[in-house]
């Protein structure tokens, strides 16, 4: 592919975003009351962990994921560390993920002393695929008296099942349920990236089909508090288990301290909360203006030999990332040296986790077609773009 083709990218997406400047992968857009609720908490003065528009943060979440339950956090990582905990994942056990993955998925399986199990994803989907993991649990599990999946390799449980729903893309969830359901493995979705994505076949949204899941609103997704997650449950015992394991485990007392059983202090601040609420507000306007850069990338792609990844059937995709195939590494490579020196931003996903150090010594399946993803994907700029 020639520097004229490389440049015909960098044209289009300067003609997209209107600009001649840099251009970030993805930046937050305020632009409704953000500055109005975060000026009330400021004038109410609690802007921790307690304040009212933490409990609302968590009801508008709720309803618009359509769950009845869920515990705002610091993170998208401490959500999913709890989500795992209360999950039923515990020293020694084993949980089936994928290596295309963000670093938390794995890091929150190791902080519940936990080891991570790498299957392969779907090409299409980028998420882990069902007849990976089928193969695995058929040829590699066994049921046992205790009705719990054991791994016959490593003699150790598999007590849950950690797909993502990469770059906002529904992974296969409903197939993957399905064999969880059979194997009784816990479902707990990664579902830090796909806030407004939905499985259409079920009319449900993604993070609703697992016993948990976990959602992250960092200052690159799609709506954000700064930094913040959200556990999302239908169990009112573990909603209420999260929201009190994650507030340091502290016995209500109008003032004594007593706490009773190993805490975290994971409580998402009121201010941080305040900017959810506004976010939230925007947000059906910004998934239609996502909607329509992602039509204008794959429609330009498909007139100019770039191929951009578009949803598949039976799902809707919240298209947070952008994601452009090249047709091999070094063609992704060439395509983020010129986009990057060029002032616009472009990145490849993130490392395999198997490739990383302090998980390489954890098992995992062929893994081709994450290799093969690995060595093509690329993310363009996603940025919600404001009408002029």
């Not at 990218?9 to 930046?27: A, G, Q, T």
């Amino acid at each position: 592919m020639s520097n004229n083709r490389y440049k015909s990218l960098v044209d289009y997406i300067r003609d997209i975003f209107k600009s001649n400047d840099f251009i970030p992968m993805h930046e937050p857009r305020f632009i409704g009351n953000e500055k109005k609720y975060v000026i009330e908490t400021i004038d109410s003065t609690f802007v921790s962990s307690v304040g009212a528009y933490v409990e609302e943060f968590e009801k508008n979440i709720a309803e618009f994921v359509g769950v009845k339950y869920a515990v705002a956090t610091s993170s998208g990582t401490s959500a999913l560390h709890i989500a795992l905990k209360l999950g039923g994942v515990s020293q020694g056990g084993e949980v089936i993920t994928q290596a295309l993955t963000f670093v938390a998925t794995c890091n929150a399986i190791n902080y519940c002393g936990a080891e991570p199990i790498f299957l392969d994803v779907d090409k299409d989907t980028m998420g882990l695929s069902p007849k990976s993991l089928e193969h695995f649990l058929e040829e590699q599990c066994e049921m046992r008296d205790d009705g719990i999946c054991w791994n016959k390799r490593s003699n150790k449980p598999v007590q849950a099942c950690l797909p993502m729903h990469t770059f906002g893309m529904p992974a296969r969830i409903l197939e993957i349920e399905k064999i969880c359901n059979q194997y009784n493995i816990n479902l707990i979705e990664d579902a830090a990236e796909s806030l407004g994505s939905y499985i259409e076949a079920k009319g449900s949204h993604t993070g609703t089909i697992g016993k948990l899941s976990a959602f992250s609103f960092n200052g690159n997704k799609i709506i954000t508090t700064g930094g913040g997650g959200m556990i999302v449950t239908n169990d009112e015992s573990i909603a209420k288990q999260a929201k009190h394991v994650t507030t340091t485990a502290k016995i209500p007392h109008r003032w004594e301290f007593n706490h009773d059983e190993i805490g975290y202090n994971y409580r998402l601040p009121n201010l941080n909360a305040a900017l959810g609420v506004a976010q939230l507000e925007l947000l059906p306007n910004f998934l239609e203006k996502k909607r329509i850069l992602a039509n204008q990338y794959q429609e330009w792609g498909s007139q100019h030999g770039f191929n951009f990844v578009g949803e598949q059937q039976g799902v809707r995709a919240n298209y947070w990332l952008n994601i452009l195939l090249a047709e091999n590494i070094k063609d992704r490579d060439a395509i983020l040296s010129y986009t990057n020196d060029n002032a616009i931003m472009t990145r490849p996903i993130w490392t395999l986790m198997n490739k990383l150090s302090m998980f390489s010594a954890s098992y995992s399946d062929g893994l081709n077609n994450s290799y093969w993803l690995a060595d093509r994907l690329i993310n363009v700029p996603s940025s919600v773009i404001l009408d002029t």
